[in-house]
């Protein structure tokens, strides 16, 4: 999605690199978030100056100069391209006819094609085939009818359906950042230093970790003289942010590579510290139980998720029907309208989201609350769209997750919803208390286990990588607790290295998909759930026969029930409901490695992005 950034310098003294270059380091940091082209706009000398270009940051921004652009108010934008191809016409800041007005945008304007045909009608004279430039124009014309630059802005917003996030500049009122929010992530980022306002952390966490994150609806600016003003769009009413500053705790090394070579890897590797966080924060948070005692009172429980974030919600309903004899319904976000259909008054919805602000996972979140039903939210992100919007909410402790691939929010996030499923257990008389006990002490074990599965994988997956790197498609299959990872397992593998790779129940192969499978296929089985390794034995000599290359990822001590891998990883285990977690770091190391072997960056999957902000 497309990454926003816009700074105010209230100190030289202490921001004393030029503005295009704080601007130019600040996109960096959303380089995650996908993106094909890449522009700036700085006022100087209560002019516009805007720079962009089609391609990567480093390149365009040697080209245009960014660097040395200077001004104390200017804003950034990396474009991932909807409305109109990758070029640098289409890149973003885009501007109004007379050159006073700049606007960078993350969202849809959904009516922008009738917008776009009164204005062309009015005379206005379009250079690129966004839908963003309509707003540009919009301003123009209220500024022509003799607005004020902010009332020029708030007053075009009107116009304007769909999601966004906009920054304005309007040379009328040179000393302040316009910006609005609807369906779109944007923070803002305060300091002594700077004022900013980003789609997301880490494009400010260098200079600031004190942040307000805007609500939809929500308008204002940010300006030289310190000032940050919020309003409610609709009832044009100033919104008190005092008790909405907040300190999120992050540090910039958090959010940087940390000498390794891409943030995948890191993060991967950072999974016991933040699995320890998270498993201490649940054991001391209320809120948790609360959750329980909403989800045991309620009629149905709906599991609320997208892509990963959804393989999580699936260890969650089996973790519920093993720990807590509760039947649940895992629904994908985007399906949201068909299964709202079934949902009323005494349900409860889940929503689990790494960045609270995914739109498929929102939208089915007020759908089901409007019909009655109570939101518990899991999110990573204080203060997000999902978050705010939920009745109650639970966090991980993940940290930033940068990396396009979810890896550590994955375990995190399996950690939170797996507890969830013990206490509803304990509570409802499914677990004895001894079985709770244990089950805690599982969870507490986790972190170190993973980090041995981590050691362990690492040397394997790579070679593993090496023999595998030229197969255009492989299966990862499981039975039982386990598919939940081998979905998980496949996504990582095909997002990243570009290997079509299927997961499916291991029962199912004889019903269609054996078929496809011919001398040297890969067939990765996730033995996590020991109670299937019978059934699993009997799929793994199915393969066998048919001369597949199979893999096994197996508990250790286990190797007498399942033998005859051509490839072993030996993991430690616990509970199989814990082994979700202890077991993913090696599927994620096979895909980093596979991605790798194969020349591709795992960082930047193509035509991904980090958060998915539109439908
Ligand atoms: O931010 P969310 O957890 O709501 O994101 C949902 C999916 O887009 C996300 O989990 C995606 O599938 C992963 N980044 C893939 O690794």
């Not at 540009?136 to 902010?150: D, F, P, Q, T, V």
Request: glycine residues 8%; hydrophobic residues 40%.
């Amino acid at each position: 999605m497309c990454g926003i950034i816009g700074v105010v310098r209230l100190s030289k003294a202490r921001l004393g690199q030029p503005l295009g270059q704080i601007i130019r380091q600040s996109l960096e940091k959303l380089e995650y978030r996908g993106y094909d082209s890449v522009g700036l706009a700085c006022i100087v000398e209560n002019e516009l100056v805007i720079r962009k270009g089609k391609g990567k940051i480093k390149d365009v921004s040697v080209t245009q100069g960014f660097d040395r652009l200077n001004g104390d108010v200017g804003m950034g934008h990396t474009r991932w391209a909807t409305h109109g191809k990758p070029n640098d016409i289409n890149a973003h800041p885009h501007r109004d006819c007379t050159g006073r007005v700049a606007v960078v945008h993350n969202g849809i304007i959904s009516n922008y094609s009738l917008l776009k045909q009164e204005l062309l009608a009015r005379g206005h004279r379009f250079m690129s085939e966004t839908d963003t430039e309509v707003f540009a124009h919009l301003i123009e014309e209220k500024l022509a009818a003799g607005y004020g630059g902010y009332h020029a802005f708030k007053a075009a917003l009107m116009s304007i359906a769909g999601s966004y996030s906009f920054l304005a500049l309007i040379t009328q009122e040179p000393d302040k950042i316009f910006f609005a929010r609807r369906n779109s992530p944007l923070v803002l980022g305060i300091s002594s230093d700077a004022l900013f306002v980003a789609s997301d952390i880490p494009a400010f966490l260098e200079y600031t970790d004190r942040v307000v994150a805007l609500s939809d609806g929500e308008v204002g600016f940010i300006a030289l003289d310190g000032s940050v003003v919020v309003e409610d769009l609709a009832s044009a009413r100033r919104v008190d942010l005092s008790g909405r500053i907040r300190k999120i705790g992050w540090t910039p090394e958090l959010a940087r590579k940390g000498g390794y070579p891409h943030y995948m890897i890191k993060e991967i590797h950072e999974q016991p510290r933040v699995l320890a966080d998270t498993v201490k924060s649940l054991l001391d948070d209320g809120s948790y139980q609360r959750a329980a005692e909403v989800m045991l009172s309620s009629k149905r429980i709906f599991l609320v998720a997208a892509g990963t974030a959804h393989h999580a919600t699936l260890a969650a309903r089996d973790a519920l029907l093993t720990l807590g004899g509760m039947v649940s319904y895992p629904v994908v976000s985007s399906e949201y309208a068909l299964h709202a259909l079934g949902v009323e008054e005494g349900d409860c919805v889940v929503a689990v989201s790494q960045s609270g602000e995914t739109i498929d996972t929102l939208l089915a979140l007020r759908e089901f609350k409007e019909r009655g039903a109570m939101v518990v939210s899991l999110t990573n992100m204080m203060d997000s769209a999902i978050a705010r919007e939920s009745d109650l909410q639970l966090y991980t402790k993940a940290g930033p997750e940068i990396g396009v691939a979810a890896t550590k929010t994955f375990i995190t996030q399996v950690a939170s919803l797996v507890f969830l499923a013990a206490k509803l257990g304990v509570m409802n008389g499914k677990l004895r208390e001894d079985e709770y006990t244990a089950f805690l002490k599982h969870l507490e074990e986790a972190p170190e286990l993973v980090e041995k599965n981590i050691n362990i994988s690492e040397p394997s997956a790579k070679e593993l990588a090496r023999i595998l790197r030229d197969r255009s498609s492989m299966y990862c299959l499981s039975r039982g607790l386990g598919v939940p990872l081998a979905k998980e397992g496949a996504l990582k593998i095909k997002e990243v290295s570009y290997i079509h790779c299927e997961a499916y129940e291991a029962g199912e192969s004889k019903h269609g998909p054996i078929s496809l499978v011919a001398r040297m296929f890969p067939v990765v089985f996730v033995a996590s759930d020991t109670g299937t390794f019978e059934q699993l034995s009997s799929n793994l000599v199915e393969m066998k026969s048919r001369d597949a290359y199979t893999v096994g990822l197996i508990p250790a001590g286990e190797n007498h029930t399942l033998a005859g891998f051509d490839y072993t990883f030996t993991l430690s285990s616990a509970l199989p409901v814990i082994n979700t977690i202890l077991f993913a770091p090696t599927l994620q190391l096979l895909a980093y490695y596979l991605a790798l072997s194969r020349g591709y960056d795992p960082d930047k999957p193509r035509n991904l992005a980090k958060t998915v902000t539109v439908e």
